[in-house]
């Protein structure tokens, strides 16, 4: 009886910094706006071994020295899902924290945890309580779907007591430029009509899109290619990658090709000097030598084992 | 004999007569090649003028032309099937990659069983313990095309077997495709054209990738179903005809019976026919055509079960049921516009269907919201969404068909078609008939869709066939036509800046144009090229020729045709290039050449296939990544847990997870599924890269969708983020199954050397993983096809590693199993 008495004497104390601990915490993040900014002892406090509350901790280095840009990009987002947490009802809230671990703040926690990168998310389970994980390892986001708050809130919905309650905000400035837009069109419909109805035009259209199409533009775009490498190459050898600058050389090319053959088949043959045809017949072939010499140069460059090649 | 005389007579008609009757046949086609233009008189309006008709028949022109069509048409198909044997004569007469090893297999059952047991399947083996409705979970028109065959053939004593009939689908129907884009070209042009569009198709390698020998796919029939609809639709288009829209109809159902991407067609005729009427040009032949397609073709279409309700319930869909309504409204109001005459009756129709097409619309909108129809399926989805599957369905992602387009593969397949196509397109734009603007339509949609995915690459080449065929063959027709224009007679003047384009008198000489007889009344020439050229874009767009069009002196045609051929030929040898070296592997079989050049082949698959046909019981079930699933269940003849079909997820994950969790935790799983041999394909040792864990991302990825608490893969990367399977790897890495079972005394191997990944060029740790739960059954020759036996519970009810400890004569550490065996007990 007096052991256990001792017991429970002891173990006050104990209860009573857990819950400052967690008083604090909340109150920390009430000021944060939803987000709290830690330093070395918070980070021990927030990652305490025994907590009832989990934790998602954005490591970053929003330091401009530091140069990280993902980081910036990444950082609205974070908040935008913190700040949506704050509106969940107070008992749900006060068991999941978001907060936000600068390198230059605490870079001893980075040191310890042995991280080398930013930005990272990290989602600290409950050891205790309801909740509680058998796994006391935080588990970490995967950044393959990109820096954007909606898959992020998704995934973390998956860590919280309740789902965040994340709406992307309305893109008002989308909005006003598509309404803006529409009008315009309608508005001006009566002068542009006739441009509207002029088959060259749509002609035009039709033929950029398709060279840009056949320039592998869509790989460009669906694998963020960068313009060029690193060292300034302009063209990235393998037949299975590319560069942003190859889609424009490419349909540069393309184009051309076809160009010459469109003035070889409609323009030439309507002149009404037999020297001056001749003089184009000879240029445009000329052109069309030269200019799929070069494709085929290329070509080889992107797939080494290609046999063939024309003048050059 | 003289025939050079003969042809220069011929051609120039200077003394036709002096040709002796009995040999006139044999002249008529020596002149036939020298000037192909004239092979089809009746599709050219300059024709009349020429001196070939002089002494003879318009008929026997016909009939020759028509022959000399078939004799060409008869090379073109020998050429298209030809050099789809590569992979035939290479290696053997064999089904090649993934899928069509189901298809062999369906194939089979219903050449063996019939009909009705095909339709009525129920496999127990694959996506065991599920096991897969056959007959309603599959496009059954490539299995019923062979079944046919192998039927018709069985009936006239002819016994040949199923396989061969199934290795040389696709070569025979790359012949009815060239047939097909021939007519359908026919329809843009003219048959010139036509057949310079079957040639080209017939040997693209765009199109041969996916139609080998041996390639035993949907796609071996569904490209020649596109284009045979494409061309009854254009036809019923032109005629307004019922039966041709009936026609088309009727190849529709046959597409959507034999591939998923009939849902192209259900959306490209459609969007054809919304724009012929935004464009103004709605008539009763866009009416009889549409409906005549749509109503037949529909209901047919729901014939197939695996189709079933699709087309009234799913946005795939809509558009073509959207246009179909919209349609009637006009009709409606077209109809009701020609019996009144009132203005503001008109302009109240006209509020009227413009109301009734905006409330339809909404009607569709709030049914897609209600859950009525369906909305996109992801595989549809993430072509306009990009980023989509990547997000949310890794598993369409994963595919490396699905992966989008770099340019050197346009290059690689189409060749200088690729340049062509615009050029064919402008053509179009400068015609623009009804169905000039169907090319117009399908080069945009298929240009796209190729951009974003690799396998779409198919669609846009008949599009770029036909294209480049219409603008080579106008650039030849102008170009080997012998009939001179006038020399202007002030032509010195012309330089000078002096003379003034008068059109009346060059619009006299049109017609007049005779070989080369100079006219006497010239035309005085336009000052400058600009004007030239602001001259013939009008005339060409007004599609009047105000101006004589022609090529003056031999030399520039020569040079033209000389470039052309040029083109052509290096176009044969780059295609019979491609289709060698790139797409004629069955990919079953991997080629290699020895030092000495000769050819080496790497049978690893068929070897290790047949141990587990051979060595393994009959029920037993393989586990292996979803890649392989068709092949161990054709080949092996053994049950699988996923296969190729993947169209369950969770069980696909199911899967990932074993393969990317310590052995601990797969084990349950492997014992849950009743697995008794675990698959893997290891390309280390030989530097072959499509090998398993070049793949394993994307079973972690998949695994992470369904459990992303246990499976994530950021843990799979060294800290640094780099992707390693040397010591540095991460210790999720090194502890997975997956990578356990790849490297497997793996450094062994090497003695005491460096063990090397040749894949990865990573040195792989000398003290290699070890395996307690599975046991290694079987690796092939040359390692690439790696089998482990899965281990069944220790007798003694003691968990499998200690089993192993205790049995290695390791002392078991005091703190560990105490709490262990009790648990187990």
């Not at chain 2, 079933?308 to 409606?332: C, D, K, N, W, Y």
């Not at chain 2, 698959?679 to 998949?702: A, E, H, Q």
Request: one cysteine or more.
């Amino acid at each position: 009886m007096k052991l256990f008495a001792f017991v429970s004497f002891l173990a006050i104390p104990l209860a009573f910094a857990a819950k400052d601990g967690k008083d604090k915490l909340i109150s920390l993040a009430a000021s944060g706006n939803g987000v709290i900014r830690l330093d070395a002892s918070t980070f021990d406090l927030l990652t305490a071994p025994n907590r009832d509350w989990s934790v998602a901790i954005q490591f970053t280095a929003l330091d401009p020295r530091r140069r990280c840009t993902p980081c910036k990009e990444f950082d609205p987002s974070w908040n935008a899902v913190a700040k949506a947490w704050t509106t969940v009802s107070a008992e749900q809230r006060d068991n999941h924290f978001f907060a936000t671990l600068d390198f230059d703040e605490a870079p001893t926690v980075f040191q310890k945890l042995n991280l080398a990168s930013a930005p990272l998310v990290w989602v600290y389970p409950p050891t205790e309580g309801p909740r509680a994980s058998t796994r006391n390892l935080p588990s970490k986001y995967d950044f393959s779907t990109g820096y954007e708050a909606g898959p992020l809130s998704i995934h973390l919905s998956n860590h919280t007591p309740v789902p965040i309650p994340y709406k992307a905000p309305i893109d008002w400035a989308r909005w006003l430029t598509v309404v803006a837009g529409l009008l315009s069109f309608a508005l001006t419909l009566r002068f542009i009509a006739p441009v509207l109805q002029s088959r060259w035009l749509w002609g035009a259209v039709t033929i950029i899109t398709s060279l840009t199409m056949n320039g592998g533009f869509m790989f460009t775009r669906i694998r963020g290619s960068p313009y060029t490498g690193h060292d300034g190459a302009w063209i990235s050898p393998g037949t299975q990658t590319q560069f942003g600058q190859e889609v424009q050389v490419v349909a540069a090319v393309y184009g051309t090709l076809a160009f010459s053959f469109v003035m070889l088949t409609m323009i030439v043959p309507y002149q009404s000097s037999p020297a001056r045809q001749r003089v184009q017949v000879y240029l445009w072939s000329g052109v069309i030598m030269l200019v799929y010499s070069v494709l085929v140069t290329l070509f080889r460059v992107k797939n080494r084992g290609y046999p063939f090649k024309l003048l050059l | 004999m003289a025939i050079h005389t003969q042809v220069w007579r011929a051609v120039y008609g200077k003394s036709a007569d002096a040709i002796e009757k009995s040999v006139e046949n044999v002249d008529e086609s020596i002149r036939a090649i020298i000037c192909i233009p004239r092979l089809f008189p009746f599709t050219f309006g300059h024709v009349d003028g020429l001196p070939l008709s002089n002494n003879v028949s318009p008929t026997t022109v016909a009939n020759t032309a028509s022959l000399l069509r078939i004799v060409a048409f008869g090379l073109i198909s020998a050429a298209a099937i030809a050099s789809r044997l590569f992979a035939v004569i290479n290696f053997e007469s064999i089904i090649h990659e993934f899928d069509p090893w189901f298809n062999y297999r369906a194939t089979r059952v219903l050449a063996a069983k019939g009909f009705y047991e095909f339709w009525n399947w129920f496999d127990p083996t694959a996506w065991y313990p599920l096991g897969r409705v056959v007959g309603g979970t599959v496009y059954p028109g490539l299995m019923a095309t062979s079944g046919v065959i192998y039927n018709f053939l069985h009936y006239f004593n002819l016994p040949v077997d199923i396989r061969n009939i199934c290795v040389l689908l696709a070569p025979g129907f790359s012949a009815l495709t060239a047939w097909a884009t021939y007519m359908f070209t026919t329809e843009m042009k003219d048959s010139s054209a036509g057949l310079l569009a079957a040639a080209f198709i017939g040997i693209v390698p765009g199109y041969i990738s996916r139609s080998v020998a041996g390639s035993y796919d949907n796609e071996a029939i569904a490209i020649f179903l596109l284009m045979i609809t494409f061309y009854l639709w254009i036809a019923a288009l032109k005629q307004g005809s019922a039966l041709y829209g009936t026609l088309a109809a009727v190849f529709y159902f046959y597409m959507v019976a034999a591939w998923g991407g009939y849902a192209f067609i259900t959306n490209m005729i459609p969007v054809h026919a919304l724009v012929l009427l935004l464009m103004g040009r709605f008539s009763g032949r866009l009416y009889v055509a549409y409906c005549s397609w749509y109503a037949i073709g529909t209901l047919s279409s729901m014939q197939v079960p695996f189709v079933g309700f699709q087309p009234v319930r799913t946005s795939e869909h809509m558009g073509a049921l959207g246009v179909f309504g919209l349609l009637q409204i006009v009709a409606f109001a077209s109809l009701v516009r020609s019996h009144l005459s009132s203005k503001q009756f008109q302009d109240l129709l006209t509020v009227s269907v413009i109301s009734m097409g905006l409330l339809g619309a909404g009607a569709f909108i709030v049914m897609t919201y209600k859950g009525w129809i369906a909305p996109w399926t992801g595989r549809f989805y993430s072509l306009w969404d990009t980023g989509y599957a990547k997000k949310y369905i890794p598993i369409i992602a994963s595919v490396s068909e699905h992966q989008p387009t770099a340019w050197p593969s346009f290059f690689m397949d189409l060749q200088f078609l690729i340049f062509l196509f615009p050029a064919g397109v402008v053509l179009c734009f400068r015609d623009l008939r009804d169905e000039h603007v169907f090319v117009i339509i399908y080069a945009v949609v298929a240009s796209y869709f190729a951009g974003v995915m690799v396998r779409l690459m198919l669609t846009l080449t008949p599009v770029v066939c036909v294209s480049a065929a219409v603008a080579l063959s106008t650039l030849l027709d102008i170009y080997v036509d012998v009939a001179e224009p006038a020399v202007p007679e002030n032509e010195n003047s012309s330089a000078n800046g002096t003379g003034a384009a008068t059109a009346d008198a060059k619009k006299a000489k049109k017609n007049a144009a005779v070989g080369s007889q100079a006219g006497p009344n010239a035309a005085a020439a336009a000052s400058s090229t600009l004007s030239d050229i602001v001259n013939a874009a009008k005339s060409s767009s007004k599609s009047s020729p105000s101006k004589q069009k022609g090529i003056w002196g031999a030399d520039a045609r020569l040079v033209i045709i000389l470039n052309a051929i040029g083109m052509l030929v290096y176009f044969v040898f780059h295609c019979t290039w491609v289709t060698a070296n790139a797409y004629s592997s069955p990919s079953v079989v991997l080629a290699s050449s020895n030092p000495d050049g000769s050819q080496h082949l790497i049978d690893d698959y068929r070897e290790a296939y047949y141990w587990l046909r051979m060595n393994t019981p009959q029920d037993a079930v393989v586990m292996s990544w979803w890649d392989y699933g068709y092949q161990i269940a054709g080949m092996a003849d053994r049950g699988t847990l996923v296969d190729n079909n993947t169209w369950n997820n969770t069980h696909i994950a199911t899967v990932g997870k074993a393969m990317s969790s310590p052995e601990e935790i797969a084990y349950p799983i492997l014992r849950q599924h009743d697995v008794d041999y675990v698959l893997v394909i290891f390309g280390g040792l030989l530097g072959y890269s499509g090998d398993d864990i070049n793949k394993f991302l994307w079973m972690v990825r998949i695994a992470q969708g369904v459990w992303p608490d246990e499976i994530q893969e950021p843990n799979y990367f060294t800290p640094t983020g780099e992707y390693r399977v040397d010591e540095r790897a991460s210790d999720a890495m090194k502890n997975s199954l997956m990578y356990k079972m790849s490297y497997y005394r793996f450094a062994e191997l090497y003695g005491n050397g460096n063990a090397i990944d040749r894949v990865r060029n990573q040195n792989i740790p000398k003290i290699g993983p070890t395996l307690d739960y599975v046991e290694e059954a079987f690796t092939s020759e040359n390692w690439i096809v790696r089998i482990f036996k899965v281990r069944k519970e220790d007798p003694l009810g003691r968990d499998l590693k200690s089993a192993n400890a205790f049995a290695q004569g390791k002392k078991r550490k005091r703190s560990k199993p105490v709490s262990r065996r009790r648990a187990v007990v």
